[in-house]
């Protein structure tokens, strides 16, 4: 059975910095990645990782660094300049398909939250 388990979330100051991570289970991933859903919004995408290859949403591009460990089982979220914006519940996802207009991953975490404090 495929599990993927977020850690690393909680309560920061604006500025801080945080890292989550994302361990998958059952087996490996060339693609993994992580959405955010904040509270009364829509979940929106974050990054992912795919070969080596990052890419980011513009929100988060040049603050959040995504990388994964050698064995692809695990994914890494470094937050660096955490705004209030950037709560939300960080969700964990791999697989599927990750194309701008198609973003549907076949497996999901179940969330981590992370607030960050003005």
């Known amino acids: 059975q495929v599990q993927l388990v977020e850690s690393g979330g909680g309560l920061v100051q604006a500025g801080d910095s945080l890292r989550l991570s994302c361990a998958a289970s059952?087996?490996?991933?060339?693609?993994m990645g992580w959405f955010r859903q904040a509270p009364g919004k829509e979940r929106e995408y974050v990054g992912h990782i795919s070969r080596r290859n990052t890419y980011y949403a513009d929100s988060v591009q040049g603050r959040f660094t995504i990388s994964s460990d050698n064995a692809k089982t695990t994914v890494y979220l470094q937050m660096n300049s955490l705004k209030p914006e950037d709560t939300a519940v960080y969700y964990c996802a791999a697989d599927g398909t990750w194309y701008s207009g198609s973003l549907r991953p076949n497996y999901w975490g179940q969330g981590t939250q992370v607030t960050v404090s003005s």
């Open positions: 059952g087996r490996t991933f060339n693609i």
